[in-house]
């Protein structure tokens, strides 16, 4: 069974900093590139950051030098680290796992973690 499990949100004060954890469970992780995306209320999900099998990262530009994906293949997670939040930060975060073979693509989500930031 695929399972992805976020962790590490919660309330912060702007300037703050939080760690989200996802734990994946039920398939071979290294081989999938791994994905962080939020949604604010009214607002469509977006990517925040990817890190891929090979470890190639891209972030959103909005991070701009605030957030940093990482993985850890031995543990089967991949963690984002977010700093100097803004209350414009304040979304639902969930990570993705991702793979492509042929014709074939395989995509698996967490249920979310609730970052909020505010005074």
């Known amino acids: 069974q695929v399972q992805l499990v976020e962790s590490g949100g919660g309330l912060v004060q702007p300037g703050g900093s939080l760690r989200l954890s996802c734990a994946a469970s039920?398939?071979?992780?290294?081989?999938?590139?791994m994905r962080w995306y939020r949604q604010a209320p009214g607002k469509e999900r977006e990517l925040v950051a990817s890190?891929?099998?090979?470890?190639?990262?891209v972030y959103a530009a909005f991070v701009k030098g605030r957030f940093t994906i990482s993985r850890d293949n031995a543990k089967n997670t991949v963690y984002l680290q977010l700093n100097s939040l803004k209350p414009e930060d304040t979304a639902v975060y969930y990570c993705?796992?991702?793979?492509?073979?042929?014709?074939?693509?395989?995509?698996?989500w967490g249920q979310g973690t609730q970052v909020t930031v505010s005074s």
């Open positions: 993705n796992a991702y793979k492509t073979t042929g014709t074939k693509s395989y995509d698996y």
């Open positions: 890190i891929s099998t090979g470890g190639t990262i």
């Open positions: 039920g398939f071979t992780f290294s081989v999938y590139g």
